[in-house]
C-alpha cells in the first residue's frame, strides 16, 4: 500500500523530488509520484495558456488523489509559485482534515486557499532551484514529519455528538461558556473563529457531516461579506448545515471588521469604533446598515429546509456593546431584534434580557439545541 503521494512539477524539479524521495524512502515509506507538470517542453507559455494548463492539471491531479486517498496516508506536495499554486489547489479537494502537506517558497498568499483544509505548510526559506544544504535539510526534516503523520494512531472516536460552533473575540467569553455546557450536557463543540476565514472552514466542515448541530454565536462574517472587511469567498456560510438542528445568535452583527486604524476611510473614522488589536479596528454599523444586515439575516433562515430558532440578547451583542462600551447602541439591537422577528417565516424567535457574554444567554443557546436535537 502506498504511504505517501508525493505532487511536483517533475519536469522542471526533476533532482529535488528525486532527493525528496529518496528521503521519504529512507524513512520507511512508499511513494507514488502524481506529476503537475504543465508539459511546455521549455518554451514560453502565454498567460491565458498557462492558467489553463494550471488548472487543468490542478483538477487531474485532484481526480488522481482523490482516487487513491483511501489507500494512501499522506499526501505531500511541493512547488515553488507555478507548481505550489497546482498543488495547493489539488490538495484542496482533500477532505478538510486528511493529512496534506505543502514545501513551497511561499510565493503566494495562501490564507485563503487554507481557510477551509487543513494544509500543513513547509517554508524553504530559500528557491527550489537546485540542491543546497538549506533544501536538504528542508527536504529530511519533512520526510521525518511525514513518517510520522503516517505512523500516528488515529484519534480515537467518541460516543460525544459532534455541535459546530462559531465566535470571535467580540463574543469569546460566550463561545467559552457554550462549549463549557455542551461538554455538561454530553456534547462536543468545534469552534470556529468568525473572522472571514473560519466561516469557510465552518462550511466545509458542516457539509461534509461532521456534525449534528450548530449554534452560530456569531454571524459578523455576514458584515464581512456584504459590507467591508477581508475574507475569503464563503456561499455556505449561511446555508451550510440547514437540514440540521440550529441556533442563531446576533453575535457581532453591529459592527464592521477592517484592519489596521490606518486603513480606515474618512468615513468609518468619523463612526463610533475602538481597536481590537493592533491589526484590527471595529466600527460600529448605521442604523441603516444594520436594517439591511438583519434583512439579509432573516432570509438565509427562512430559505433553510428546516425551521430554526433566533435568540436574542438584547443587553448586547458584543463585547464593547454594553454599557460604557466603546460601540454601545441598544437601539440597533432593537431594530435588529424587529426586523429578525418581523421577518420570520421559518425560525421562532426568543428575546432574553442579558448581554451575548453571559452564562445565562448561552444556557439558552445550548437548551434550546439540546429540545430540538431530542425532537430530530
Known sequence: MTQVLLIGTFE?????????????????LDVEPVDV???????????AEKLERMA???????NHIAAHCEECYVALGVGGGTGGEIVLAALRGLPAVYPKVLITTMAFDPRA????????????LCDIEGLNPILRQ???????????????????????????VTTLGATGRAGSEVARLLREAAFEATVFHANGYGGAAFARFVDEGRVEGIIDLNVHELGRIRLAGAHV??????????????????????????????TLTGEHRDRPHYRHSAYFTHVKLTEGEMTDQATALAETLNAAPKPGHVILPMGGFSH??????????????????EVLEAEAQNYTTERVPHHINT?????????ALSERMQDA
Do not use: C, H, W
Not at 529518496?22 to 520507511?28: C, I, K, M, S
Not at 452564562?359 to 437548551?367: M, S
Open 12 to 28: 522542471t524539479k526533476q533532482d529535488e523530488l528525486a532527493y525528496l524521495t529518496d528521503a521519504l524512502r529512507r524513512n520507511g
Open 37 to 47: 507538470s504543465l508539459g511546455a517542453g521549455g518554451t514560453v507559455l502565454s498567460g
Open 56 to 62: 487543468q492539471r490542478a483538477e487531474e491531479a485532484a
Open 113 to 124: 486557499a487554507l481557510a477551509d483544509s487543513a494544509i500543513t505548510l513547509v517554508p524553504t
Open 138 to 164: 528542508v527536504f529530511e526534516n519533512t520526510a521525518a514529519m511525514v513518517a510520522g503523520l503516517y505512523r500516528a494512531q488515529i484519534a480515537p472516536a467518541t460516543d460525544a455528538r459532534a455541535i459546530a
Open 233 to 262: 469567498p464563503m456561499p455556505k456560510r449561511f446555508s451550510s448545515g440547514a437540514g440540521i438542528p440550529k441556533i442563531t445568535l446576533p453575535g457581532g452583527l453591529n459592527f464592521i471588521g477592517l484592519g489596521e486604524i490606518k
Open 320 to 337: 464593547e456593546d454594553r454599557p460604557g462600551g466603546a460601540i454601545e447602541d441598544t437601539r440597533l439591537r432593537d431594530i435588529a431584534a
Open 359 to 367: 452564562t445565562e444567554t448561552a444556557q439558552a443557546a445550548v437548551g
